[in-house]
């Protein structure tokens, strides 16, 4: 297994773990070839399919690469999410969708996948939504994977170092998609990345990844000189080639405006490009996560089948204009090319 040492990575520039289908395989290739570190993400998928994808990296590249864990979350209201599914019941009915009227637990298959990483280890292991348990990131380092916390705040930051992380990702309120908030009912903080890296050097020694809104050099190249010893890209990678990204969720990008974040979707925060379903749904979303995802999963999918991005979840950090089309090696060097100035 291929070690890692994220301050002598070739390019400092590690491809963001995006659930749901950016992050394929290829893209983990494509940014490895570009001298960075790819990324998996593993949310939404069983333990078996996690496998898959891991082996199918394994195929495209002898490099080092990481996979992404969702942490489990404690259950939500159930009086909530009736009450949210019942506001969304008319446009279920609208779409010809069903949605569902019993959610069972769902913890993403953790434990499972956590047995898989043991047993068959990759070179980085990085966890989203939380952290794990102390026996559980003992077995992962022992299967010699380096862990990765997810952090938006300093409390988050000692947490993680004290459940052994060997480095963090800190991660602003410009990032698209999820903020990494360690429990779902936490109001993200809106401490921009640049304030935040230097609040968070102060409370931990760990080696520090930047990342959320960083979609040119001049970015990359200011959170480098914050103190992180690399940063992480996801909106910047979704209209590679290599990007499992939707051509709606790709054309949107460069031709949407505002981005905003909401719960209207998951029932976990997460910065998308703002649209009707957020604007008309979005106040009403209960802190219930996955249960809301669950909720909102037909919906979302007959949006998509109808490339409807009114009703998508297209999620998109600030720097969402700036993604580059192309092969995600070329967009990946250019943008360090452009950072060394």
């Known amino acids: 297994m291929a070690t890692v040492r994220l301050d002598q990575l070739a390019v400092p520039v590690i491809g963001a773990p995006m659930a749901g289908g950016p992050s394929t395989p290829e893209l983990v290739a494509a940014v490895n070839r570009a001298g960075g570190l790819g990324f998996l993400a593993a949310g939404y ?5 996690m496998a898959e994808q891991v082996a199918a990296v394994r195929e495209l590249t002898g490099g080092a690469f990481g996979v992404n864990l969702f942490v489990p979350s ?10 949210y599914r019942e506001r969304l019941r008319p446009e279920g009915e609208r779409w010809g969708v069903a949605l569902p009227s019993a959610i069972p637990p769902d913890r993403d298959d953790w434990e499972a996948k956590i047995a898989a990483l043991v047993a068959d280890p990759v070179p980085v292991v990085s966890y989203t939504f939380g952290l794990p348990g102390a026996a559980e990131a003992a077995a992962v380092r022992s299967a010699g994977s380096l862990q ?67 979609g040119d050099g001049e970015a990359i190249a200011a959170a480098l000189r914050a103190g992180a010893v690399a940063v992480q890209l996801g909106t910047a990678l979704l209209r590679t080639d290599e990007s499992g990204a939707s051509e709606a969720h790709r054309e949107a990008l460069v031709s949407s405006g505002e981005t905003i974040v909401t719960r209207a979707f ?20 209960p802190p219930a996560y996955p249960e809301v995802h669950h909720l909102t999963a037909p919906l979302r999918t007959a949006a998509a089948r109808r490339a409807d991005t009114t009703a998508m979840h297209l999620w998109a950090g600030t720097a969402h204009r700036r993604a580059r089309s192309g092969p995600a090696e070329r967009v990946v060097a250019a943008l360090w090319r452009e950072a060394r100035g």
Do not use: K, W
């Open 148 to 214: 990765i916390g997810t952090v938006t705040t300093p409390e988050e930051a000692r947490a993680a170092e004290a459940a052994g992380m060997d480095a963090l990702c800190v991660q602003g309120p410009e990032a698209g998609g999820h903020r990494g908030t360690h429990r779902v009912a936490d109001v993200p903080g809106e401490l921009p990345l640049l304030q935040l890296l230097p609040v968070v050097r102060a409370v931990t020694t760990l080696p520090l990844i930047a990342t959320g809104g960083l």
């Open 266 to 285: 998951t029932g976990r925060p997460a910065r998308g490009l703002r649209n009707a379903f957020i604007d008309a749904h979005g106040p009403y979303a």
């Open 45 to 49: 998928r069983s333990a078996g399919a």
């Open 74 to 83: 404690a259950p939500g209201d159930a009086g909530a999410v009736a009450a």
